[in-house]
């Protein structure tokens, strides 16, 4: 955890604006690592981003100081995950989604914050959608950045999306082991290894670091005792599908929620779920949209158009 510590330091000093970074303590003895951005700018709604499988908050680092311009942004490393506490969550999909969700709300009642607008990416979508069908009264605006697990498995083979090499090399090794076993088991190879699996994340960085920060930042969020990763699991099957598809569940949202479906227009998830989304909520605000030479990290291909919706998005909040 020291060397997290230290490589998320390194990270967190290319900050231009004013942060705190700190543990949160929940009641049940949990802590979630948080980084709050401009602290100081309470007159609008925050911002509140929720990271994807296998992330963290370092990972949010090119949109960071554009996002806090005008308003309070928080960023959290998800129970499960990162810096954050690794306890066990229950193994059935249904528990490990309310234990990640619960987390989320007890962290927002910690933290004191009435409303805020939501932004998930990946598997952080799929849990900020979760959240809104619980607590739709917290979420001025849902913003879902190419969101894992809405779609549900299609029957026929034709329709499977293939997913990129590395998410089958993933797969492959898997078994019956955790997603991220094969990393832990590298040792100090591990960062060697995210390397030559993810170039592209070394590339998408390289403005603020020339060395191997990030691929050390992603090898050490993930080279502890898998907590958030084992839950993931259990959500999960083949690991590009969600064992309890959003898609079946997006109408329960309150229909005043609006919605903005953000996608990479090179992305391997299925960005037609932002039109079927449309169609589950004929009466609500969903505006469904592709960043051009973006993939699935979208916030980290392009990060400067990616900042401009989402500052666009929070603006027609307040």
Not at 29 to 49: A, F, G, Y
Not at 160 to 184: C, M
Request: charged share 20%; hydrophobic share 40%; net charge neutral.
């Amino acid at each position: 955890m020291s060397q997290l510590k230290n490589v998320e330091a390194r990270i967190l000093q290319c900050l231009q604006n004013k942060f705190l970074a700190r543990y949160v303590s929940l009641p049940n003895q949990n802590k979630i690592w948080t980084v709050t951005v401009s602290p100081e700018l309470q007159d609008r709604t925050p911002l509140v981003m929720v990271h994807g499988f296998g992330g963290g908050v370092g990972l949010w680092i090119l949109n960071m100081d554009s996002l806090s311009a005008r308003r309070t942004l928080h960023t959290f490393d998800l129970l499960g995950f990162g810096r954050s506490s690794r306890p066990t969550f229950p193994r059935d999909p249904e528990g490990a989604e309310d234990e990640f969700v619960t987390s989320i709300e007890t962290w927002r009642e910690t933290m004191g914050i009435p409303t805020m607008i939501l932004l998930g990416h990946s598997l952080g979508g799929f849990l900020a959608t979760s959240y809104s069908i619980k607590y739709p009264d917290r979420v001025k605006h849902l913003i879902l950045v190419d969101p894992w697990g809405f779609p549900l498995r299609p029957t026929d083979p034709s329709e499977i999306r293939a997913p990129p090499t590395w998410v089958k090399a993933v797969a492959s090794v898997l078994g019956r082991s955790n997603p991220l076993a094969v990393l832990r088991v590298a040792g100090p190879w591990g960062p060697g290894l995210v390397q030559r699996f993810r170039p592209d994340f070394k590339r998408k960085f390289a403005d603020f670091f020339e060395d191997d920060t990030i691929s050390e930042y992603i090898y050490h969020c993930n080279a502890q005792n898998p907590s958030g990763e084992t839950a993931f699991k259990a959500m999960m099957e083949s690991f590009g599908w969600a064992r309890r598809p959003m898609l079946e569940r997006i109408h329960l949202i309150r229909k005043d929620v609006p919605i903005t479906m953000i996608y990479g227009a090179n992305t391997w998830i299925d960005t037609s779920t932002g039109k079927k989304v449309k169609l589950q909520r004929p009466d609500s605000y969903v505006r469904d949209m592709e960043i051009e030479g973006a993939s699935h990290h979208v916030y980290a291909d392009q990060p400067h158009i990616f900042n401009a919706v989402v500052e666009e998005i929070c603006n027609s909040v307040d």
